[in-house]
């Protein structure tokens, strides 16, 4: 019932035609240097978090969201992804700076991955940030959801490569987090017909658990099997302990099982009735 996450990369899934002129090795050195020049920063910012007041720190999440606002809008002259990138590790270490989170909250998750998506909707690991930070922690899951739709609208089968991944995490925000079992039943459906389609190694079993999740909501809209099947993709995707301990919270109230394998994975059984 698990499934391969998505590859971790923010470039191999882009478009060479993007990068004509831009060495995708200069892209990558780039934007190396920025997260290690980012590190001593996120740990400095935790430090002031401690101390700041929430007052403050309400202020900065303020001034960030017209920074934000302003990148929608502003022209990147061709650098998008780069831009998206840069982006995507502010949110991380917005994201990461859990004494500030604490005091405040997580509303700018989903203006971030405007940003991200907005620019480069082939960055298929945001989509599972977005929803573990907008669905799941900010508690805006309408947003993540209509981020995600938009962002999917730009995709086609294997463009990029594994671009099926996006519609199984649009399925899982959908039922878990809207409630809409119908609208998971589409996108799941359409994640097993663009896994048919690909040539990736292992697509063909993501094809068929993306069907037998879709089956499942088509008999049954309540379906606890469907909803186990759907946060044991959340637990797989899990990148911190809070997510980890709410996938698995979930998993065991609809009546499902969660054992760790020795090899650090998760053998989970389903609920015995449906």
Same mark, same amino acid.
């Given at each position: 019932?698990?499934?391969?996450?998505?590859?971790?990369?923010?470039?191999?899934?882009?478009?060479?035609?993007?990068?004509?002129?831009?060495?995708?090795?200069?892209?990558?050195?780039?934007?190396?240097?920025?997260?290690?020049?980012?590190?001593?920063?996120?740990?400095? @910012?935790?430090?002031?978090?401690?101390?700041?007041?929430?007052?403050?720190?309400?202020?900065?999440?303020?001034?960030?969201?017209?920074?934000?606002?302003?990148? +929608? +809008?502003?022209?990147?002259?061709?650098?998008?992804?780069?831009?998206?990138?840069?982006?995507?590790?502010?949110?991380?270490?917005?994201?990461?700076?859990?004494?500030?989170?604490? +005091?405040?909250?997580?509303?700018?998750?989903?203006?971030?991955?405007?940003?991200?998506?907005?620019?480069?909707?082939?960055?298929?690991?945001?989509?599972?940030? @977005?929803?573990?930070?907008?669905?799941?922690?900010?508690? @805006?899951?309408?947003?993540?959801?209509?981020?995600?739709?938009?962002?999917?609208?730009?995709?086609?089968?294997?463009?990029?490569?594994?671009?099926?991944?996006?519609?199984?995490?649009?399925?899982?925000?959908?039922?878990?987090?809207?409630?809409?079992?119908?609208?998971?039943?589409?996108?799941?459906?359409?994640?097993?017909?663009?896994?048919?389609?690909?040539?990736?190694?292992?697509?063909?079993?993501?094809?068929?658990?993306?069907?037998?999740?879709?089956?499942?909501?088509?008999?049954?809209?309540?379906? +606890?099997?469907?909803?186990?099947?759907?946060?044991?993709?959340?637990?797989?995707?899990?990148?911190?302990?809070?997510?980890?301990?709410?996938?698995?919270?979930?998993?065991?109230? @609809?009546?499902?099982?969660?054992?760790?394998?020795?090899?650090?994975?998760?053998?989970?059984?389903?609920?015995?009735?449906?």
């Amino acid at each position: 019932m698990q499934s391969a996450p998505p590859s971790e990369r923010l470039h191999s899934e882009r478009s060479s035609s993007e990068r004509r002129w831009i060495p995708a090795s200069i892209v990558l050195l780039c934007l190396t240097l920025i997260g290690w020049i980012q590190l001593p920063q996120l740990e400095r @910012l935790k430090t002031q978090s401690q101390s700041a007041t929430a007052e403050s720190l309400r202020r900065s999440a303020d001034q960030e969201q017209v920074r934000l606002t302003l990148l +929608k +809008k502003i022209p990147a002259f061709g650098f998008d992804n780069v831009l998206a990138d840069w982006t995507f590790l502010s949110f991380l270490q917005y994201f990461g700076d859990a004494p500030a989170r604490a +005091k405040t909250d997580f509303t700018l998750s989903p203006d971030y991955f405007e940003v991200v998506l907005g620019r480069d909707p082939y960055f298929l690991s945001a989509y599972t940030f @977005l929803s573990t930070s907008s669905a799941l922690y900010a508690g @805006l899951p309408e947003r993540s959801v209509a981020i995600a739709r938009q962002g999917l609208s730009s995709l086609k089968p294997n463009v990029p490569p594994e671009s099926y991944y996006a519609w199984r995490q649009l399925g899982i925000d959908e039922l878990l987090f809207l409630g809409d079992a119908q609208a998971a039943k589409r996108s799941f459906e359409t994640a097993a017909s663009w896994a048919r389609q690909s040539s990736v190694p292992g697509s063909d079993r993501v094809a068929a658990l993306s069907q037998k999740t879709a089956a499942f909501l088509a008999n049954n809209p309540e379906s +606890k099997t469907a909803q186990v099947a759907a946060w044991s993709m959340v637990l797989t995707n899990a990148s911190d302990k809070r997510t980890h301990d709410t996938a698995i919270s979930k998993i065991e109230a @609809l009546g499902g099982r969660v054992a760790l394998q020795p090899n650090g994975t998760f053998a989970i059984q389903p609920p015995t009735k449906d």
